[in-house]
């Protein structure tokens, strides 16, 4: 009878305790399944990456491709890390020092099949991120072989040319300025160069930089690419929606690099022969040139010499 009284009431056998251990077990399951059966926006599938609305086509042809990468990457990185730090904490737990133990717990050397899986799966990790960012670059940076429009772009200290070779028009831009009648910080957002290209064509970008290096980065395409005197770049892309998309230099060129701006503007076929005509009726036909590349006065270059000069 005392036995029995003894099971009834003692802490491990109590259904109070019973259901209060199941009570805190359900709650972090059911927060998992709140969170996946809600489903995702699709900002949250691509990882919270600009360039991505409701309901509307990614930016450009490479934009899925992209982010495909990233959250793929943080899917993979995040069970690692529970993993990881399950692995951890179930050590702690599980060899924690009892009460009334003393002195060290019994040490190990090593343990063969930890020790061959602790060098296996990180390999596979770093091998399979090294597979799959080299298909997706390769994908990315393949060039047309008949593009629908070839354009260059020059980057100088601090703003942009774009020569629409294909049309051959072209127009020159200025840095930033100041809007001194708006909000503190504010620019006149029309004296921003703005890149137009038409939606639905493959379109080839030559990069060229005209004083230092520079980088072309339209935020929402996911994509930039240095910009480097003396060496062309290229940039292929097909933009899929219409709209218009800020972009910057990304490195570091100067006193007024953050004032190095540009739009890009994305329309359709129609708007843009509208755009290259209007060009065209002011006056810009033709292409803009690196002659005023300051490179070139530099020695090893072409640049006449003293001696030339005598």
Not at 280 to 300: F, I, K, M
Request: net charge negative.
């Amino acid at each position: 009878m005392h036995f029995l009284c003894s099971a009834l009431t003692s802490p491990e056998r109590s259904p109070v305790l019973k259901n209060r251990r199941l009570r805190w077990a359900a709650i972090p399951v059911a927060a998992t399944l709140a969170i996946v059966l809600a489903g995702c926006t699709q900002a949250q599938l691509n990882g919270y990456l600009p360039g991505f609305e409701e309901g509307e086509s990614p930016v450009t042809n490479n934009t899925e491709r992209v982010s495909g990468l990233w959250t793929t990457s943080w899917i993979v990185l995040l069970i690692v890390g529970l993993i990881t730090w399950g692995l951890t904490i179930w050590a702690v737990v599980v060899y924690r020092r009892r009460k009334g133990q003393t002195g060290l717990p019994v040490q190990l050397r090593y343990n063969m099949p930890i020790e061959i899986f602790y060098t296996i799966v990180p390999l596979i990790l770093v091998l399979g991120f090294f597979a799959f960012t080299a298909r997706d670059q390769n994908a990315i940076e393949a060039r047309f072989d008949e593009p629908d429009l070839q354009i260059e772009v020059i980057g100088k200290q601090w703003a942009w040319d774009f020569n629409y070779v294909t049309d051959d028009v072209f127009t020159q831009g200025i840095q930033g300025q100041p809007d001194l009648e708006g909000e503190k910080g504010a620019l006149v957002e029309s004296e921003i160069p703005t890149l137009v290209l038409p939606v639905g064509k493959k379109i080839e970008i030559a990069l060229e930089a005209r004083d230092v290096i520079h980088s072309f980065w339209v935020i929402d395409f996911l994509y930039k690419k240095d910009m480097i005197p003396g060496k062309t770049n290229y940039m292929s892309v097909i933009p899929e929606r219409v709209g218009t998309y800020a972009g910057k230099c990304a490195e570091l060129c100067g006193e007024y690099h953050s004032l190095m701006l540009f739009n890009v503007e994305v329309v359709s076929e129609a708007d843009y022969e509208a755009y290259v005509d209007s060009l065209r009726a002011a006056g810009n036909d033709g292409q803009v040139s690196n002659e005023y590349d300051r490179n070139l006065n530099l020695p090893g270059t072409d640049a006449p010499t003293a001696e030339e000069g005598n």
